[in-house]
């Protein structure tokens, strides 16, 4: 065991020596040893004995062509190097001073354009720092206050003597002369290339401003952007390609460096579309990135910078472009006219709007194209990258972050064959890993939560399409909390809470189990989005110290039946709670009856009070509401209200089916015998359509004359109701009237008689649209008979 080993593996050995931590970064040191002294270095940073001696060794560097300790010197720039991962703005100190000088001002750069080994211990620390903002704009100043020098002469200044000359060289030209000649070499010289192209692009992309023309940076006007970012793209894709087929124990040092600046690289340009584009009809090296990556998990200690720019990748290549909201586009709207005098004409301008509602219109960055470039990721096991990087313990928040966001792009297609692809290659359980890694943190943050909704939205797709017991395995249950949270999160948004009900609905059918579960599932009362209208704190449970509350599923699904603003997301809802009704403690809540153990017969409860009784008396009354058709104008109105194309049918299928399965508990039939003879009529309605109340009670609308106008308006009415009637509705119509005719016999020749129900019995056993349905009549005539009309 080495010194440096021994005195990080031992608390009770002193600190290591600044030649030890120096060492640590020389050629001859091993990535275990690098490791540990990155490690002390992000703790303690760099006391006054390290910064003594690296300041030695760089200050030699810049004495002319006459080095000392070349070794050390490649060492020291290594050091700083790490220490911009950690340690920045002390980095920043030791490689670019404030007074002018340091390694960067003497004959380092000069006398590394003809050695490899100290041309890449130069290229690593400028690739690290043109990722610094200050350490980037301290590169950018010095380059321009120096006038530029031709490739040809920074040889000739190298062969001098005179270290002053040197002192004249910009960095600029040195990086540039490196990618120049990067294609003509090969090993470790252009490794080298592949660093400083890595370093230009970062110091173009961060100096757009006013410095942005620095000529030291972009000598070459012909060649342009697109020329330095092809050099890049060629040089990081050869890495990436040739790395498949070479085994990791054949991989030098240089390699891996190489590596992961490819990575880097192609984080940067796959920025762009036409980039994005490239990367992704690139088969050889979408399957080297994974490759990469798979490497990178199963490396001692995992190497979790390359897996997180590898993640960060795929995520650009998937990434759908954001839905602008009514404001953002408008705003959008604002700044371009703002900035019309700014733009070759007015006319321009105007013609850019029209191209597109809130900016320029791109092709690569459209659904189509997406979908496409998401196809081909799977295809060459992004999922599969993903998942092995889910697997990696710790995780940073980050990772999680950056792989849930990815994998939800990737769901995001409502394509069931490719989802099933996704599951096959383990995303169900790389989401899992994920919700597990960002509920694990010690800190719970704003990402954190968002982290978790992005992988619980992703889960929720898989479960929409496909059978819940292929996605999940032999742990249905284990779904449950996070679809429930995302549910119930007052930070989801309306389509995470949709796509979330429409997942637990899934859930709630396979068994009583996972029904149960569903059912009961609860949320702390601060973490729900605020109860509305008459059932605010209904379900509600306080701990011991009152402190705490929280609120269950089904409280807040009272709720979002009837307040949720979108129509397919309210919908959606009723169908849940279809769902639920057919366990024992769904089927309690709403009815206020308990299923008995034999034969599931309801079994009335002794102890609900009043308040309780109003609330599902209500409740009641607004779910045989959403029996009710909607007539075309209102329904049009209503979708573009919610931005969703529901239909009516749809949700009296749902709400019928509902009440169907309720109307089994004498209580409901009770309070559905309590309601008015109009109300009771919508589900005469649900039997046969447009048929009227014989009997208005006084002050029910309709109970005076109308005027013609109206009468054809009814008429329209009806005939639109009769062209959305289907078998369906009239069994669940039957099916509830049945169940009240049975529970409330008193409501027989009143309630029933006069909401319509013999003129739409009698219109539909008489009608010749019910066809073989023989269930349907007979039940039909069971109920005529019961009503003893005959």
């Known amino acids: 065991m080495d010194s440096l080993t021994a005195s990080l593996a031992s608390a009770e050995l002193s600190a290591p020596s600044p030649a030890d931590l120096v060492a640590a970064f020389g050629p001859r040191s091993d990535a275990h040893r690098r490791t540990l002294a990155q490690i002390h270095l992000a703790q303690t940073g760099v006391d006054t004995a390290l910064r003594a001696r690296l300041a ?6 810049s004495s002319g062509s006459d080095f000392g300790d070349e070794d050390g010197i490649m060492a020291a720039l290594r050091l700083v190097a790490a220490l911009y991962g950690s340690r920045p703005d002390e980095a920043h100190a030791l490689l670019l001073p404030a007074h002018d000088g340091g390694p960067l001002d003497g004959g380092l750069v000069v006398r590394s354009i003809d050695d490899d080994r100290l041309g890449l211990a130069l290229a690593e620390v400028l690739c690290a720092a043109s990722g610094h903002g200050p350490s980037r704009k301290e590169l950018l100043e010095r380059n321009r206050r120096r006038a530029p020098v031709q490739a040809s002469k920074i040889v000739e200044v190298g062969s001098e003597e005179d270290g002053a000359s040197a002192a004249g060289v910009p960095v600029g030209e040195w990086l540039r002369t490196w990618v120049d000649r990067a294609e003509l070499q090969d090993g470790q010289a252009r490794v080298v290339g592949l660093l400083c192209a890595l370093t230009l692009e970062k110091m173009r992309r ?7 023309d620095n000529k030291a940076v972009e000598s070459k006007e012909e060649e342009g952007e697109e020329g330095d970012e092809e050099t890049l793209y060629q040089l990081a894709r050869r890495f990436l390609v040739v790395g498949v087929a070479t085994k990791s124990d054949e991989k030098s040092d240089s390699d891996e460096r190489a ?5 880097e690289a192609l984080t940067y340009l796959s920025l762009g579309s036409a980039f994005r584009q490239r990367v992704a009809d690139d088969t050889d090296l979408l399957r080297g990135l994974v490759v990469a990556v798979l490497r990178a998990c199963q490396a001692k200690p995992p190497d979790t910078a390359l897996q997180y720019g590898v993640a960060t990748v795929l995520l650009h290549l998937v990434a759908f472009k954001p839905v602008a909201t009514a404001e953002e586009r408008q705003m959008a709207r604002l700044r371009r006219m703002a900035n019309a005098e700014k733009r070759a004409s007015q006319k321009q301008a105007q013609a850019n709007e029209e191209e597109d509602g809130d900016g320029e219109h791109n092709e690569l960055l459209e659904a189509p194209a997406v979908r496409a470039r998401i196809n081909r990721a799977v295809e060459c096991g992004a999922v599969a990258a993903i998942t092995a990087m889910s697997t990696v313990r710790p995780l940073s928040s980050a990772l999680t972050a950056t792989a849930a966001q990815a994998m939800l792009a990737m769901t995001t297609p409502q394509d069931r064959a490719q989802r099933g692809r996704i599951v096959q290659q383990g995303g169900a359980r790389a989401l899992f890993l994920l919700l597990a890694s960002s509920s694990s943190s010690s800190r719970t943050t704003k990402d954190d939560g968002a982290t978790k909704r992005t992988a619980a939205q992703s889960l929720a797709h898989l479960l929409i399409d496909l059978d819940p017991r292929l996605v999940l395995r032999d742990d249905a249950t284990s779904a449950v909390a996070p679809l429930g949270a995302l549910f119930m999160s007052a930070a989801s948004s309306t389509l995470q809470r949709f796509e979330a009900c429409l997942a637990l609905t899934n859930l709630a059918s396979l068994s009583e189990d996972v029904c149960a579960s569903v059912a009961r599932f609860t949320q702390p009362l601060h973490a729900v989005l605020p109860a509305t209208g008459g059932f605010r704190g209904a379900g509600t449970a306080e701990s011991k110290d009152g402190d705490k509350a929280s609120i269950g599923l089904l409280a807040l699904l009272d709720e979002r039946l009837f307040f949720e603003d979108n129509a397919m997301a309210r919908r959606a809802c009723v169908e849940l709670a279809c769902n639920l009704a057919a366990g024992p403690h769904a089927f309690s809540h709403w009815s206020g009856e308990a299923l008995g153990p034999d034969a599931a017969q ?13 609330r599902r008396q209500r409740w009641t009354h607004l779910v045989v509401a959403l029996c009710a058709y909607a007539p075309t104008a209102s329904s049009q ?8 194309g529901e239909t009516t049918k749809a949700m009296r299928l749902a709400a019928g089916g509902l009440l169907a399965m309720l109307s089994e508990s004498s209580a409901v039939c009770a309070r559905i015998a309590k309601l008015r003879t109009t109300t009771v009529n919508l589900l005469v309605r649900l039997v046969w359509p447009g ?10 609308v309709g109970d005076g004359g109308g005027d013609d ?6 008429e329209e009415d009806r005939a639109g109701e009769r062209d959305e009637w289907d078998e369906g509705l009239a069994l669940r119509g039957l099916t509830i009237l049945a169940n009240v005719a049975e529970h409330a016999p008193t409501c027989r020749g009143s309630l029933l008689v006069g909401a319509g129900l013999v003129d739409a019995l009698e219109a539909l056993m008489a009608s010749s649209q019910v066809g ?10 069971q109920v005529y008979d019961q009503l003893q009309f005959k």
């Open 259 to 263: 590596r992961m600046a490819s990575v």
């Open 772 to 781: 073989d349905a023989a269930q349907l009549v007979a039940m039909a005539k």
């Open 637 to 644: 109105a209503d979708q573009g209200n919610s931005g969703s």
């Open 56 to 61: 030695a060794l760089l200050s030699s560097s």
């Open 602 to 614: 309801p079994q009335q409860q002794q102890h609900d009070d009043d308040s309780d009784e109003e």
């Open 691 to 700: 048929v009227p109340p014989r009997i208005r009670e006084v002050g029910e």
């Open 709 to 714: 106008g109206e009468e054809e308006e009814e």
């Open 206 to 212: 961060g100096g757009k401003e006013k410095e942005a």
